[in-house]
């Protein structure tokens, strides 16, 4: 495994202040600021409800910030629409995966794909992406046939297609058995260190987070309370009580 | 002339064509987009009246109002169809249907442009500059072209940049925003193309009956046939509202040669219902399961 | 007493997904069914609960009453509950509906009541949460208003399918202990899990779907232990 | 011109609680089966007919035939629902409006092959009677409508909200799947929700008898503006219908009166979009719901 | 060729199924009277019908008769704007069309050499409706024109607005105050509006034209608001219908209707036309269980005329014949059963082909009945009931 620390880590990409959103009387998110970097790998963890993925959806565009300021690659995006962001370089999947039923897998990454390309190598760009997240012998299958988890993967290469700056991953490992997670621990890592992107990744499985990311961001109740190297983060008292829960 | 040949089978070829070519100027918006206008007559009526008033009142050529019409009704189609994509599913169909109902009070009222209820009746002056043929062939030759020309526009759309993008915001919309897809931008050009090609069905109508007044352009009885043609052929595929339209219109044809009245529209009615029920994705989609090459 | 699978096969129109499974839970106890994905884990629930798969040969009994073909509505009223992958709230109804109506077959008329506060006791988060809409809970939230709308209708045997999927670890711990609390109240729980380390450590007997049939079985113990286990699902 | 508003007012309101009644059965069945029954107006047409042959036989009130027309009419809707709407329950949105669109031609062509194109009416004592109080009219047969409407919509409102088939039918629309889960038959439920939305056209029908001629295409003048009235509302929510028939009774009114007859109902489509830009899911609907179930 | 074939086209489904129907049961008696009489030259007469329900269909099903079924002469259409469609096609194939009903003044003003109508125009009865106030209403309410307010209400489509147009401009021509003319779209659900702007322009005489409902929706929530006039002239379709009179009951008595009549004073008529006037209403009573309106003796008059004077006299289907024929008829006024004489109008003027022996004629409800009571000549009784009695009193 390779020593995250001693990555040489890239200039800053994102960088998002005092976002707040409120759900009626809840306020989903926080007063949360967050920086990410070029080629860093930042994990995003909280208890259910904390708003984390509100905090995904407010960075590329899917919910408006009722207050803060996004700006991405020194581009102000905030309140843009979810279009803007991807065309600025912002990939995501969602937590609760929405393909595209009528397509197939190929099609639904060529649609992201011909963002960037026309469509013969957008289709050719797609195949090299399904490839990549492992789904080659699905190419034809309807979305809307698939299982959980190849639909979890279909997000991911979603994402992919847009050759993104910067990846959200929304528990993209929810629902993987061990070995799959492994695998999947190394495609992700290869996103950071290979194609150079920024990935900041939303988990519950903590043996993913302490491998892979550079960064742990913590949320609880809309509010950041934690933020820092991983190792530290989950020897803070106030994640163990929140988040993690002590071992008995 | 052998009886095949006969004018009143030119006539039914004729209406098969344009019926193909206006339900597959829907099709591009409901089989792709998932946007179920019910509200196409209104662009179907605009662009009939437009020629036809230029031609009787003003004197222009009605290719030149054709020409007129497709923008018109394509900015009229984009002022009002725009607001309704805020609209999912059934609100979108059921805002849709005021469109013509709208369109007709209107054409009612504005007589010193439209002669109101009287409704135009165009003079028999044939000539390829008045488009306006003593022949049934050359309607049958306009109407095969337009036709052709929709289901050329489809099979190009069809799964192509644009095609992906509508399916996508069909399935969608957060989905297809997160990849970069202007969902608005999208459905806007589907309509504008959409309603172009229904434009410019209205003009051949007008200079084919040669008579139009609200309640028969604007009817939504037209809107209806339109996306019913699609529905039995088969929705989103190209092929389907040639082949729903080469079965129905035909079939109404010869009921009427058959059975008067009411049997006639019962009996239609009864095709409409059986062949939605025993095939529910269309002809063309049930053949497609069938035989998958 | 318990819920008995035989020489089941399975699929979706011409599919085939299970061919000859056969397990069984018995009250009082936790029984794992493990696999990878797409091995059928949810399909041999649904077989059970009587949704969408088709049955084509084997039986499912209850308690000694065969009911293969017993339509989904009546299962549940003989005493089974199926809390299913993915959730499937009823989203635009409030959390509080959402529980009335897990206790909706009449097995479990009259105490709606009991089974509120208890289900509500071992979940406190969904009790902040009554009066809001179930479809804007969070992702883990939504999981706790799953399992506990399932318990409402006072199962015999309760079918939970990865029930810690995208869960807190502190909520999957507490959702674990919660298993016990079940169990120990008499009811058999048939586990599907993806995290097989805790499933193992859960249950009691442990069953491992691969290519359509049940390929390993044992106590959950013994499973710990077994070198293709280790190394097809812990990763080890 | 002022002078008359409270008559206007009433009035308004009066024809408000009869697009209302017009429009109850069509946003049950939306709200349940997310089908839209174009065939609606047609059950009414049959109901008018089934009062109209009651009263002309038989000399039954049309009133009083509601309790012989509403349960055969209910019996009908089963056996519609049973031949037409479940194959297409979980067919694509514009598949099923066009099925429900067959079904209308057919029932409309049956009656115009069974009883001819005539124009039929039913004289009662009460057709064009009415209240006055102080210097308002009130039309007692669309008194009547307004009554009814509200008794049947507060009664299905009740139902739905408080009752549990009425919780599980909510929960049914939202997901088939997780409610035969909760072991609800949802078989019985649709049948009982399609066959209840036919009976609310039974019960208007009866009930609109007394004022409108009967014939074969009645139902298609009624249903049009009871389309408008069930988006507006809310597709789906019966509060809304009649909210929406109320609001869209007193715009016609008031604008027939004081801009133009013929313009009345341009205003109250312009209003209608209006409102829709405002609220895309209808002034009761719920942002969202109109696509759960529809695709 | 055993038969003479001949195309009927009318609307036979749809919203105007109902005129259409009686339209084609009136021409259909007429058909089985010349056949049992013989038929044409030997030949019996066979009536091929089409549904014309929409203009496209109407311009369809003539295609299908004229080019199909190769027939020379279609009668028909009941709506001029079906009329339009569908006559377009005939004269291109150079048949004659036969209108018995459509009345847009329109029609016959396109030139058409094949295109013949027997009816009246939609103005002609607009202006009768306004003619009859001035002449027997104005008298019996006891004022002059000048001193009375008219309302005239219309529905929106072609036929209610170009009467509503011709009796608003007669009406100011004699010198009425025209408190408004307000158009209406026939499938409404609810005419209180326009009830009350009847109330506020305080009219004393509406003349209104109507389709069906809004008929019926107009008196009924007149009396509901208790809004009385003096006269109320009702100008053809419902308003001379049976049906018309059974939803108002008692009610109906003293409204006026314009437009043709089934039962002019017989005496007025030749005695030829006496004759078949009552075999008709014979056979039309047998055969559809009531008695025939207005606009199935229109069908059965216009049939008639064509079969057994033109048809006859050319004995050939040739349209050149045929129309030579048509423009060769000189019936004198009272030849026909509906009063009228017929003479078209001939080529190179502006109403080629319009029948001008034919005229509309002034009724009015009279215990139940339609009453004849203007023109003179025609008339079977006086006008009644004017000032309309008050709602509380009928
Ligand atoms: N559209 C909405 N309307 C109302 N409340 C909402 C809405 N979306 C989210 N919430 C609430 O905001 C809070 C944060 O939700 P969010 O989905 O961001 O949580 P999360 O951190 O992603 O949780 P999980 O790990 O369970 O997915 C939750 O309490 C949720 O119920
Ligand atoms: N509704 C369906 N129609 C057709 N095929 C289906 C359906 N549901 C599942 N399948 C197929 O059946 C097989 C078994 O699926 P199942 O969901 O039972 O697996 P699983 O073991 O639960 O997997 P996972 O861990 O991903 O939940 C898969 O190949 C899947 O594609
Ligand atoms: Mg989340
Ligand atoms: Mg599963």
Request: with cysteine; aromatic share 8%; charged share 15%.
């Amino acid at each position: 495994m390779m020593d995250t620390a001693s990555r040489s880590i890239g200039k800053e990409l994102l960088r998002a202040s005092g976002l707040v959103r409120r759900f009626g009387g809840l306020v989903a998110v926080n007063e949360v600021s967050l920086n990410v970097t070029d080629r860093e790998i930042v994990g995003l963890i909280g208890p259910n409800g904390a708003g984390k993925t509100s905090l995904f959806n407010i960075l590329s565009g899917q919910l408006g910030p009722d207050s803060g300021n996004v700006s991405f690659a020194g581009q102000d995006i905030t309140g843009a629409s979810a279009s803007v962001c991807a065309r600025a370089g912002i990939g995501r999947t969602f937590q609760i995966v929405k393909p595209l039923v009528s397509l197939t897998v190929h099609e639904n990454v060529t649609v992201g794909a011909l963002l960037n390309y026309p469509l013969a190598t957008a289709r050719e760009k797609a195949a090299e992406i399904i490839g990549r997240v492992g789904m080659r012998s699905l190419l034809d299958r309807q979305a809307g046939s698939l299982t959980l988890e190849s639909r979890k993967r279909l997000e991911l290469a979603r994402a992919l297609s847009i050759e993104p700056r910067m990846l959200l991953l929304d528990e993209i490992l929810a629902g993987l058995n061990a070995s799959e997670i492994n695998e999947s621990i190394h495609l992700i890592r290869s996103f950071a260190h290979q194609d150079g992107l920024a990935v900041i990744m939303i988990e519950h499985n903590l043996h993913a987070v302490m491998s892979l990311a550079d960064k742990v961001v913590v949320l609880d109740y809309g509010r950041k309370i934690a933020e820092g190297k991983p190792e530290v983060v989950v020897r803070d008292p106030a994640v163990v009580a929140a988040y993690l829960g002590s071992d008995d | 002339m052998s009886a095949f040949f006969n004018d009143y089978y030119l006539n039914i070829a004729v209406m098969t064509c344009l019926w193909a070519a206006l339900s597959g100027a829907w099709n591009l918006m409901a089989g792709y987009g998932g946007l179920v206008s019910l509200g196409q007559s209104a662009f179907f009526g605009i662009g009939a009246y437009i020629t036809a008033i230029a031609f009787t009142r003003y004197g222009v050529s009605p290719w030149l109002g054709l020409i007129a019409g497709i923008f018109i009704t394509t900015g009229l189609a984009v002022a009002i169809s725009w607001p309704c994509f805020r609209l999912r599913g059934a609100f979108f169909s059921l805002a849709t249907l005021v469109f013509p109902i709208a369109m007709e009070i209107v054409a009612n009222n504005w007589s010193d442009l439209t002669r109101g209820p009287s409704g135009i009746a165009i003079p028999f002056q044939p000539g390829i500059s008045t488009f306006i043929f003593s022949s049934r062939w050359a309607y049958l030759v306009a109407a095969f072209a337009l036709m052709m020309t929709v289901y050329a526009i489809t099979r190009w759309m069809h799964r192509g940049r644009l095609g992906l993008y509508l399916i996508a915001v069909r399935d969608d919309e957060a989905t297809a925003a997160s990849m970069g897809i202007e969902t608005v931008k999208v459905k806007l050009i589907v309509t504008m193309i959409s309603a172009a090609l229904t434009a410019v069905g209205g003009f051949f109508y007008a200079q084919y009956i040669l008579f139009l007044d609200p309640p028969s352009v604007f009817s939504i009885n037209i809107s209806v046939q339109i996306a019913l043609l699609s529905i039995i052929g088969g929705l989103g595929t190209p092929l389907g509202p040639i082949v729903g339209s080469l079965v129905m219109t035909p079939l109404d044809g010869v009921l009427s040669q058959f059975f008067g009245g009411g049997p006639r529209l019962l009996i239609y009615g009864a095709v409409l219902l059986g062949t939605v029920l025993l095939a529910p994705r269309g002809i063309v989609g049930t053949l497609k399961a069938w035989c998958p090459t | 007493m318990a819920l008995d699978v035989t020489d089941l096969s399975a699929g979706y129109g011409d599919v085939t997904v299970l061919r000859g499974v056969t397990c069984s839970v018995s009250t009082n106890s936790v029984a794992a069914l493990l696999g990878a994905n797409g091995a059928g884990k949810t399909t041999t629930l649904n077989a059970i609960s009587g949704l969408q798969a088709n049955v084509s040969s084997g039986t499912v009994r209850l308690e000694g009453i065969d009911i293969t073909r017993m339509p989904a509505h009546e299962r549940v009223e003989a005493g089974i509950a199926h809390v299913p992958q993915g959730r499937q709230l009823f989203a635009f109804m409030s959390v509080r509906e959402n529980l009335e109506l897990g206790s909706y077959a009449p097995r479990a008329r009259g105490h709606e009541k009991d089974a509120l506060d208890r289900v509500l006791s071992i979940f406190p988060r969904l009790k902040e949460r009554l009066g809001q809409q179930a479809g804007s809970l969070s992702g883990g939230e939504q999981q706790m208003c799953a399992i506990a709308r399932g318990l409402m209708s006072r199962p015999r045997y309760l079918l939970l399918d990865e029930p810690s999927l995208g869960l807190a670890p502190i909520v999957v711990k507490q959702v674990m202990a919660v298993i016990g609390q079940i169990v120990a109240q008499g009811i058999g729980i048939l586990l599907v899990e993806q995290n097989v380390a805790l499933a193992l450590k859960q249950a009691q007997y442990a069953y491992v779907l691969e290519h359509a049939r049940i390929a390993i079985e044992g106590p959950a113990a013994a499973l710990q232990n077994d070198d293709r286990v280790r190394k097809a699902y812990l990763g080890l | 011109m002022l002078d008359i508003l409270p008559q206007l007012l009433v009035s308004g309101l009066l024809i408000g609680g009869v697009y209302g009644l017009l429009s109850i059965g069509l946003t049950l069945i939306f709200g349940v089966l997310r089908i839209v029954n174009f065939a609606q107006g047609e059950f009414i047409m049959l109901a008018m007919f089934g009062a109209f042959w009651l009263n002309t036989l038989w000399g039954i009130d049309p009133y009083a035939s509601i309790l012989i027309v509403t349960p055969v009419l209910f019996g009908f809707g089963l056996l519609a629902e049973r031949a037409v709407i479940k194959p297409i329950l979980h067919a694509p949105h514009a598949m099923q409006i066009f099925a429900t669109f067959g079904l209308s031609v057919v029932l409309q062509n049956v009656a115009l092959t069974f009883w001819g194109p005539d124009y039929r009416s039913v004289q009662t004592t009460y057709s064009s009677q009415s209240l006055i109080v102080g210097n308002v009219a009130i039309s007692v047969s669309s008194l009547y409508a307004f009554i009814v409407a509200f008794l049947m919509a507060g009664a299905l409102i009740a139902f739905l909200q408080f009752s549990r088939d009425g919780k599980a039918l909510r929960a049914m629309v939202q997901n088939r799947y997780a409610a035969s889960l909760m072991g609800v038959n949802t078989d019985r439920l649709n049948r009982l929700a399609f066959g209840a939305g036919v009976a609310c056209a039974a019960v208007a029908g009866c009930i609109l008898t007394p004022m409108f001629y009967t014939f074969p295409t009645a139902g298609v003048d009624l249903i049009i503006t009871a389309f408008v009235v069930v988006v507006l509302g809310g597709l789906g929510s019966v509060a809304g219908a009649m909210v929406g028939g109320l609001i869209i009774g007193v715009t016609q009114t008031l604008t027939g009166f004081y801009v133009s007859v013929e313009l009345k109902d341009v205003i109250a489509l312009v209003l209608f979009i209006l409102i829709l830009l405002i609220r895309p899911q209808g002034l009761f609907g719920r942002a969202g719901m109109e696509e759960v179930g529809t695709k | 060729q055993e038969t003479w074939r001949i195309g009927a086209l009318y609307p036979l489904t749809g919203g105007l199924a109902l005129l259409g129907n009686e339209n084609l049961n009136g021409a259909r008696i007429a058909v089985d009277m010349i056949n049992e009489k013989g038929g044409i030259a030997g030949k019996k007469v066979e009536l091929v019908q089409g549904d014309a329900s929409t203009p496209d269909k109407a311009q369809s099903e003539a295609e299908r008769l004229s080019s199909l079924e190769n027939l020379q002469i279609i009668t028909g259409t009941y709506s001029s704007g079906l009329s339009y469609a569908a006559s377009q096609v005939v004269e291109r194939r150079g048949g004659i069309y036969w209108e018995t009903g459509g009345i847009a003044d329109g029609l016959t003003k396109r030139g058409f050499s094949g295109y013949f109508r027997l009816v009246f125009t939609a103005s002609s009865n607009g202006q009768l409706a306004a003619s009859l106030a001035a002449s027997a209403i104005a008298p019996r309410l006891g004022k002059k024109p000048a001193d009375l307010n008219m309302l005239i209400v219309h529905e929106d489509s072609d036929y209610g607005t170009s009467v509503a147009t011709a009796a608003e401009t007669k009406a100011k021509e004699l010198g009425f105050k025209v408190a408004g003319r307000l158009p209406y779209k026939a499938a409404t659900t609810d005419l209180a509006p326009l009830v009350l702007r009847m109330k506020a322009s305080n009219a004393d005489i509406v003349i209104a034209s109507s389709y069906a409902n809004d008929a019926l929706l107009i008196q009924r929530q007149m009396k509901q608001l208790g809004i009385n006039v003096g006269a109320f002239i009702g100008t053809g379709g419902i308003y001379g219908l049976a049906s018309f009179g059974e939803g108002l009951g008692s009610a109906v008595n003293g409204i006026f209707d314009t437009e043709g009549s089934a039962g002019i004073n017989p005496a007025s008529l030749s005695d030829e036309a006496r004759t078949l006037l009552a075999e008709f209403q014979k056979r039309f009573q047998a055969s559809q269980g009531k008695a025939p309106s207005y606009v199935g003796t229109q069908g059965f008059v216009g049939t008639y005329i064509l079969l057994d004077k033109v048809l006859r006299t050319a004995g050939v289907t040739d349209p050149a014949k045929l129309k030579e024929a048509a423009l060769a008829l000189d019936i004198p006024a009272g030849g026909t059963s509906l009063g009228w004489g017929v003479k078209f109008v001939r080529p190179g003027s502006e109403m080629q082909g319009q029948n001008e022996r034919s005229f509309p004629v002034a009724q009015q409800w009279q215990d139940g009945k339609l009453v004849v009571v203007a023109p003179d000549n025609l008339k079977t009784g006086d006008p009644v009931l004017v000032p309309l009695r008050t709602w509380d009193k009928r």
